[in-house]
């Protein structure tokens, strides 16, 4: 058994060992393969000074025009304090702008500009490489049955 550096206890697991293999928890696993793309994506992201949950955000509002910060939120599954330091992040950037809601001046609408819109374009390239090493560990069978899996997930437990 080799040894780890915490004191001769036996070295803990590498991915796709014991637990942290096909024989593990569900729920870890799906934490563990989120945690490993989220890391990658986070580090391609920094090229741009851009963080997965800023790409997100953005991607979210090119998508859904003149989306308020509340709909972001739900969008994105972020909290909305989380999304208010995201919205003054890509504001600052000149990734995006407000414009009040024409029939609720109260309700700030979120607009990508072109600066934003570049932005997310550069973001999109940095993570195709990802998008595509995903899609590679998966047959052109499996792909449709894996995505529908995903969203009948999410749908069960976000009720």
């Not at 550096?5 to 070295?11: E, I, K, Q």
């Not at 859904?64 to 992040?89: C, H």
């Amino acid at each position: 058994m080799v040894k780890d550096s915490r004191a001769g206890l036996p070295r803990l697991p590498l991915v796709g060992e014991a637990r942290r293999g096909p024989d593990g928890y569900l729920t870890y696993l799906l934490r563990q393969a989120n945690a490993s793309v989220r890391l990658a994506l986070d580090r391609v992201l920094a090229k741009e000074d851009m963080t997965y949950p800023l790409q997100s955000a953005l991607t979210m509002i090119r998508a859904y025009e003149a989306v308020s910060a509340a709909d972001l939120a739900r969008l994105t599954m972020l909290t909305p304090q989380t999304i208010n330091g995201i919205v003054r992040t890509l504001e600052k950037r000149g990734a995006i702008r407000k414009e009040p809601d024409p029939l609720n001046g109260r309700i700030l609408r979120l607009i990508i500009t072109e600066e934003g819109l570049a932005l997310n374009r550069r973001c999109r390239a940095l993570t195709a490489p990802i998008q595509a090493a995903l899609k590679a560990r998966m047959s052109a069978h499996s792909e449709g049955a894996i995505r529908q899996w995903l969203v009948d997930i999410a749908e069960a437990f976000l009720q």
